[in-house]
T-cell receptor
Framework: AQRVTQPEKLLSVFKGAPVELKCNYSYSGSPELFWYVQYSRQRLQLLLRHISRESIKGFTADLNKGETSFHLKKPFAQEEDSAMYYCAPGGYQKVTFGTGTKLQVIP | NAGVTQTPKFQVLKTGQSMTLQCAQDMNHNSMYWYRQDPGMGLRLIYYSASEGTTDKGEVPNGYNVSRLNKREFSLRLESAAPSQTSVYFC????????????FGPGTRLTVT
């Protein structure tokens, strides 16, 4: 099964500090990976996908095949970044999302 | 273009009652999904439908049934609700699994007492 692991349930950082949300995957081949974000009481929405190598809202994520990771990073956290973040594999019908990391940005 | 819509937004049931959660999408997507979201458990797939006329079990299908009524609509039924089914339920759709991105509905907050 294609699975991802998000080891942190909660990550608290101060405003202006760097952020790194961890995601590790445990399957071989060429994975497609996504980050979704869910702001308080809102629906999940796609934040970014690894294949596009884009930066959205200052967030980036690089696929590291050696470490089987797809960590989400932002150099300077903003209060509006506080949300739940989910890592998920793509390319498969039966998607197993990570358990999510709640990011709390402290003013 | 409403995207993915769900009804109702909130529901309270007593143990043993039944109900159907409705989901519709207007993006002409082939695949549709039902998830439940619980604190500390993340999103767990209940059922999915790869295309009109097909459904398949996900990670936590027990206690639920689904119907893919047509390409637009995918409903989730609880035949005999249990307190363990208290959760937030999300419907999602995608154009094709190989493209990956899923579009989510606003969710239904269900409480079973």
């Amino acid at each position: 099964a294609q699975r991802v692991t998000q080891p942190e349930k909660l990550l608290s950082v101060f405003k202006g500090a760097p952020v790194e949300l961890k995601c590790n995957y445990s399957y071989s081949g060429s994975p497609e990976l996504f980050w979704y974000v869910q702001y308080s009481r809102q629906r999940l929405q796609l934040l970014l996908r690894h294949i596009s190598r884009e930066s959205i809202k200052g967030f980036t994520a690089d696929l590291n095949k050696g470490e089987t990771s797809f960590h989400l990073k932002k150099p300077f956290a903003q209060e509006e970044d506080s949300a739940m973040y989910y890592c998920a594999p793509g390319g498969y019908q039966k998607v197993t999302f990570g358990t999510g990391t709640k990011l709390q940005v402290i003013p | 273009n409403a995207g993915v819509t769900q009804t109702p937004k909130f529901q309270v049931l007593k143990t043993g009652q039944s109900m159907t959660l409705q989901c519709a999408q207007d993006m002409n997507h082939n695949s549709m999904y039902w998830y439940r979201q619980d604190p500390g458990m993340g999103l767990r797939l209940i059922y999915y439908s790869a295309s009109e006329g097909t459904t398949d079990k996900g990670e936590v299908p027990n206690g639920y049934n689904v119907s893919r009524l047509n390409k637009r609509e995918f409903s989730l039924r609880l035949e005999s609700a249990a307190p363990s089914q208290t959760s937030v339920y999300f419907c999602a759709s995608s154009e094709a699994p190989e493209l990956g991105e899923q579009y989510f509905g606003p969710g239904t907050r269900l409480t079973v007492t």
